[in-house]
């Protein structure tokens, strides 16, 4: 099934995702299949938290940075289905999100690009008091 997704209103305004139902996995930084994931499947009332790095798709090289997390709300779902045999397979399915506002948690980020690869390491910060701190993973 694909995901279509549109942000109304805050730092993702006027952004449209789309993504595959099979690509849904833990990591923030396939926005729409993670929003897709954190807002249970894309149900009308649920919230989540975003975060937009434009830096991970224009440079290359290490980059460390924090950024805060931004909440949105599910306002709308639309599931599109077609008759297969005995039932209805999904296969589309366009959620809208409403901004709710900033919040007061960080998300930190870590993303070395060398060639042929990308590493990226990212940490949520609960607590924005708290200077944000990468793990020592090697």
Sequence with gaps: MMIRWYFL???LD???LECDSEEISDCPLNLAAHAYRESLNGFPGATFDAFWPPELLA???RIEATQ???SYRVVAARRYEV???SGLAPVLCEIRAKYEGVTDRLVAYQVDRQAGGVAVKIRRQ???AAPPQLPDVP
Aim: glycine letters at 16%.
């Design 126 to 128: 609960w607590n924005s």
């Design 9 to 11: 209103h805050g730092p």
């Design 83 to 85: 008759a297969a045999a």
């Design 68 to 70: 805060r997390l931004h």
């Design 14 to 16: 006027g952004l449209s």
């Design 59 to 61: 440079l290359a090289g």
